[in-house]
């Protein structure tokens, strides 16, 4: 039963398809069992606790394909997202000055950004792990969190902004390997170790997927953080660092989010002062890739 209501789940992907149909077919389970236990009817008082029983079991089974079919709309998020970094790579080279009078040679260290294909690095730590990448990816996250971050991408889906996912359960491990602006291995709301390890994330990293160029992608994907920015509430979910970390999403009631939007930090609010110094173009756009920190 719970193998077939998972097709149907998958086919339909619709997670109200999905209630309606666990209901339907719990009338028709309970529809058996009184047929089963109509025969023995001088014992009513076992026929309501027949009926109490399995829709206690039948809650619980649509309960579980309902956590399966989240998990593999998430994981289908994840799966149609290009894994692409641009990260900054120090390079050495020497260039000719003048001083005073006299030509030299100098070696200067200029910042190059460079694109990294990432798309192994979860695979990768996966298999350190002993799991599938589903399983590490997806089942890393808190499970309640898994609940909220479907409902806000669903929502960000039915207005075609085209979610889609670069990064969500690390490791301390993974961590490592992570690039661009990151915490502590440990201390991630990824799922570093001091926050609780697997099964615990409280962070997502997601960008839109819409557009055939990379460029297109980052406009779509800059609509879609200010699409969340405004609508936090109602989705349940924010960006803790804002531009800082754009992709980053967290629970809006998670302490993430407290420690950084509610109750912002001494040097968070100075370098917010700074930041109203820039003009408004600098700060607002272009909010760029290589912030981007998987
Ligand atoms: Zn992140």
């Given at each position: 039963m719970s193998l077939v209501r998972a097709l149907y789940c998958s086919a339909c992907g619709s997670f109200g398809m999905l209630l309606l149909a666990g209901t339907a077919l719990a009338q028709a389970d309970i529809t058996t069992g009184s047929i089963g236990t109509n025969s023995v009817e001088t014992i009513p008082i076992d026929i309501s606790a027949v009926d109490i029983d399995m829709s206690a079991v039948d809650s619980v089974d649509d309960c579980m394909v309902a956590q399966i079919c989240i998990d593999r709309y998430l994981w289908s998020l994840y799966e149609r997202t290009r894994k692409i970094d641009t990260i900054k790579v120090p390079e050495q080279t020497k260039v000719t000055v003048k001083r005073k009078g006299k030509t030299r040679i100098v070696t200067k260290t200029i910042t190059k950004l460079v694109d990294e294909d990432f798309t192994w690095k979860d695979p990768k730590a996966a298999e350190r792990a002993g799991m599938s990448p589903m399983d590490y990816v997806i089942g890393g996250m808190d499970p309640s969190f898994r609940v909220t971050l479907y409902h806000a991408l669903r929502a960000l889906d039915d207005v075609g902004l085209m979610p889609g996912i670069t990064c969500v359960f690390r490791d301390d491990y993974r961590q490592t390997i992570a690039t661009g602006l990151k915490a502590q291995s440990e201390r991630s709301y990824h799922g570093g170790s001091f926050r609780g390890g697997y099964g615990h994330g409280l962070a997502a990293d997601i960008v839109s997927?819409?557009?055939?160029?990379r460029a297109e992608r980052l406009a779509s994907s800059d609509q879609l953080w200010t699409w969340i920015d405004t609508h936090e509430k109602e989705l349940g979910i924010g960006r803790p660092y804002l531009d800082r970390d754009p992709p980053h999403v967290g629970p809006i009631d998670g302490e993430e989010y407290a420690a950084h939007?509610?109750?912002?930090n001494t040097q968070h609010a100075e370098s917010k002062a700074k930041d109203h110094q820039r003009p408004r173009s600098a700060r607002r756009s272009p909010r760029r890739a290589e912030y981007a920190t998987c």
């Open positions: 997927v819409k557009g055939e160029t939007r509610v109750k912002p």
